[in-house]
């Protein structure tokens, strides 16, 4: 009788621990498949935006806690910009784009490398990127595509919010923050109407600049992207648009 009891009482630990291995085991491999996917596929910064980037004497470089950092090479910055990259886009990709907030706007930019090259697998806080630049005070938190979804969710801890063919998922429309968002208006991605129906979760006042003949792909230097539509502004009039906009909001601090 003994030993007939312990036998299902054998077989049930068996089963039990089978599944524990089961479960285990594709616990393990979504996290390596995770893994592997966010590696392939990564968009990378186009050499010679980025050499220009490099090559001005006005801009200081410098690779501050796994950050990219523009800061003005002679002269202190009042307001930084804590920038978010869209998914799997390389950080250097829009320094390009964000350069002439250092040599005109006489701002600091921190450009943030994702974990896992996305914004959604990053917890760290907005300090983690503040802290760069730690002579500035007044932070503006922003980010492109995905990237300004996560800078919206990091938003709390700004001074105000920039969104770059971005919109928000979170509502921030009770925050009181400086808002600005900046679209394209041939972009296949963040679509003008995408834009427009994610509006109301930000503030009443929050300011909307649609620039014409921008696509998805036009706020950084990393080629054509997929679904994308097709951009007709040169690289130099974007840039321009970019910083005449955050200048814009700049007041508003």
């Known amino acids: 009788m003994t030993a007939e009891r312990?036998?299902?009482?054998?077989r049930a630990r068996r089963v039990v621990s089978f599944a524990v291995l089961?479960?285990?085991?594709?616990?393990?491999?979504?996290?390596?498949?995770?893994?592997?996917?966010?590696?392939?596929g990564v968009m990378d910064a186009e050499a010679g935006a980025?050499?220009?980037?490099?090559?001005?004497?006005?801009?200081?470089?410098?690779?501050?806690?796994g950050n990219v950092v523009l800061s003005r090479a002679e002269g202190e910055s009042e307001i930084g910009l804590v920038f978010v990259p869209g998914a799997k886009v390389q950080a250097e990709a829009y320094a390009a784009?964000?350069?002439?907030?250092?040599?005109?706007?006489?701002?600091?930019?921190?450009?943030?490398?994702?974990?896992?090259n996305l914004a959604f697998f990053d917890p760290r806080p907005?300090?983690?990127?503040?802290?760069?630049?730690?002579?500035?005070?007044?932070?503006?938190?922003?980010?492109?595509?995905?990237?300004?979804?996560?800078?919206?969710?990091?938003?709390?801890?700004?001074?105000?919010?920039v969104l770059f063919a971005s919109y928000c998922s979170n509502d921030v429309s009770d925050s009181g923050l400086p808002v600005l968002s900046i679209s394209g208006s041939e972009d296949g991605l963040s679509t003008p109407e995408k834009i427009r129906d994610a509006a109301p979760l930000l503030p009443a006042d929050a300011e909307f600049v649609e620039v014409p003949g921008a696509a998805h792909a036009s706020f950084g230097d990393y080629g054509p992207q997929a679904g994308d539509g097709t951009p007709s502004i040169e690289d130099a009039d974007m840039t321009a648009e970019i910083t005449a906009s955050v200048a814009g909001l700049l007041p508003r601090l």
């Open 6 to 10: 312990r036998r299902p009482r054998s």
């Open 50 to 65: 980025w050499d220009e980037v490099r090559q001005d004497d006005r801009i200081a470089i410098s690779d501050t806690g």
């Open 22 to 40: 089961t479960v285990v085991g594709l616990l393990v491999a979504g996290v390596v498949g995770i893994v592997i996917w966010s590696q392939v």
């Open 97 to 116: 784009k964000l350069s002439e907030l250092v040599t005109e706007g006489a701002m600091a930019v921190v450009i943030t490398r994702p974990w896992l």
């Open 126 to 161: 907005l300090s983690a990127f503040t802290d760069a630049v730690p002579d500035v005070d007044t932070w503006l938190v922003g980010g492109h595509s995905l990237g300004g979804v996560r800078a919206c969710q990091l938003s709390g801890d700004a001074d105000g919010l």
